[in-house]
């Protein structure tokens, strides 16, 4: 019951775009907020962007600041990201996680999904 399911990834060229998806169980969705994450080869996890249960507040990493847009559709309960203006830095795994409140910091840090690939290139 604490699962969520990243999909959306794939391969685009540099300057493309990209919408992620992250399925959020009901029980969860409307009180954590959600995360979305990326892990390149041979570094660590970093936190991406971040939204409120109501989508009302979001936060993003400077890195991707202006280039992506998190968001909530109550009708697919799902956290979306969408990607664009994709640089070469951007290829990651991608995860999404609950998180508690202006932090980073995983509710079940024990736990996430299968992730979804995301391959820029020039």
């Known amino acids: 019951q604490v699962k969520l399911v990243e999909s959306g990834g794939g391969s685009v060229q540099v300057g493309g775009s990209l919408r992620l998806s992250c399925v959020v169980p009901e029980s969860i969705s409307g009180t954590y907020f959600i995360g979305w994450f990326r892990q390149a080869p041979g570094k660590e996890r970093e936190g991406v962007a971040r939204i409120n249960s109501d989508g009302r507040m979001s936060y993003y990493a400077d890195s991707v600041k202006g280039r992506f847009i998190i968001s909530r559709d109550k009708a697919k309960n799902t956290v979306d990201l969408q990607m664009n203006s994709l640089k070469a830095e951007d290829t990651a795994m991608y995860y999404c996680?609950?998180?508690?409140?202006?932090?980073?910091?995983?509710?079940?840090?024990?736990?996430w999904g299968q992730g979804t690939q995301v391959t820029v290139s020039s």
């Open positions: 996680a609950a998180v508690w409140g202006g932090t980073w910091d995983p509710v079940w840090p024990d736990y």
